[in-house]
């Protein structure tokens, strides 16, 4: 096995393409604003090796904030930890690298949105990620709104595209039952997809042929949502203060969720990863009025 | 035994107290603001049996958001749950009453507070309870605030007329580790006090000599709170923005813990409790802006 993340690796190919992701992202969210601009903070893992770089926009006139965070970190999980993640039971070493993204429009008649790819190798080695759309509205007004639909045909086409990876109807329903708020009984948003352990082994939840099949994949998911990035986050118009009250009644939901139920925010704070980083998909402001 | 929570038991002695105390502060926030009142509105658990009374006062001159929850609940904690509750494991039959405070005030220059009584009944009982104060300016600050050294003055000053059950050394250490944000390596808040598991048993966490000597205490810190709401809760005088803007980020710091951390939200969460009255802790309005 080549070491991990090495040169001309799998991990190595996948941290080089993620962080030129990052890049791309961010020109994509400053094109979208118009003005505002990303400040970088580069960080290290204190335990094991590795870092990342967060990359952060807030008050802009389109958006109020995104983050777009870069990683490639090594270490070895706790043994408790190790317990529960694939081909890391008699060996604790990992390789992870992988992109996240969040925006957070100014305008509540723009959806907030949310993308992360992400490369892992133990003794065996997947892909996981997704891609989810909120909107900011009473959802009872989410259905037939053009953004929702817009993103969600666009992650459709991406799924159809990568017949051997992507499956639309099980990544969708996924992503529903990945995204819920168990304590409300609802959905975080208004769906798009979910995906983790897709490797080539027998046990992987998706059965993949090959590296390139996966890496093809999760590439693509990127390049939708950058796309989507210029598509959605236009024509905010003018709105009421009431609308603005219940976009942070939204933005609070999804605080809860984030801090409550999702996986990835307590991985990165139970290995050691940068608190900021993790924490910056929390929305600018959110409220709990009622 | 007396069926839990029946005529003159202890437990209907606690509920009965408990849902006088939550009048009493509910009055003593109306008149620290001097105008807003509060709504009530009672719930009732789907499974097992009891219910409460969720207390909310928001958008006062003084109190920007006030929660005062009652509650009396009786049913029986499923297999996993009742192994991690004393004396709950052959019988995981119970019956909990208690009542639990909030107050978010509008200036930054006065401190977010919180309080919690509760009586827990399995086939033992035990008192449990603490209170805390949070300034919400930065932690360079917090030093010799008066609102602060008032707070666990009265705190201290409470555990040292109830020698039998109260134990400042102990108890405001307890609380600083209860409230600790452990992925920033920080308190939530400038301390207080916090105890659990007070009973006669010998495992008791805090062994007492009696029933009523640990009412004594519970009743004693409603008492000594709500003399702290009159005598903090004034003088918030004119702030900046800038100040504003640091009110913000510190509470949501009290949402990451809340959310995060707090054992009681999860309790709650976890056993049917009404989701909006165990959320109504959480700030008004919150942001994560750096």
Redesign the interface.
């Known amino acids: 096995m080549t070491e991990k993340g090495e040169k001309n690796s799998f991990g190595e190919r996948a941290r080089t393409r993620f962080f030129g992701d990052a890049d791309r992202l961010c020109g994509a969210f400053e094109s979208a604003d118009g003005t505002a601009r990303f400040g970088y903070r580069e960080w290290r893992r204190s335990e094991g090796g590795g870092g990342g770089r967060a990359a952060l926009l807030?008050?802009g006139e389109v958006i109020e904030?995104a983050a777009v965070n870069f990683s490639a970190v090594r270490g070895c999980f706790s043994e408790e930890f190790a317990s529960r993640i694939p081909g890391a039971g008699g060996d604790g070493r990992f390789f992870a690298t992988g992109v996240s993204v969040i925006v957070h429009p100014r305008s509540p008649r723009l959806p907030t949105m949310h993308m992360n790819v992400r490369f892992l190798e133990t003794t065996r080695w997947w892909f996981g990620g997704g891609a989810d759309i909120t909107p900011m509205r009473p959802r009872g007004e989410w259905g037939g709104m053009s953004s929702v639909d817009y993103f969600r045909g666009a992650l459709r086409g991406l799924c159809e595209t990568h017949e051997g990876a992507g499956d639309w109807p099980r990544f969708s329903d996924w992503c529903d039952r990945y995204f819920w708020l168990s304590?409300?009984g609802e959905t975080r948003g208004a769906g798009g997809i979910f995906f983790d352990v897709m490797g080539v082994d027998e046990g992987s939840e998706v059965v993949i042929s090959s590296w390139e099949g996966g890496f093809g994949f999760v590439c693509g998911l990127v390049d939708v949502f950058i796309g989507c990035i210029g598509e959605i986050l236009c024509g905010g118009g003018e709105w009421s203060e009431e609308e603005r009250a219940e976009q942070?009644r939204r933005r609070?939901r999804y605080?809860?969720f984030n801090?409550?139920h999702d996986r990835g925010t307590r991985f990165g704070?139970e290995t050691g990863g940068d608190?900021?980083a993790i924490?910056?998909s929390?929305?600018?402001?959110?409220?709990?009025?009622?």
Not at 282 to 290: M, N, Q
Request: without cysteine; hydrophobic residues 45%.
């Open positions: 807030l008050g904030k304590h409300r942070l609070g605080v809860e801090l409550l704070l608190v900021d924490l910056s929390l929305p600018p402001t959110a409220s709990w009025d009622t």
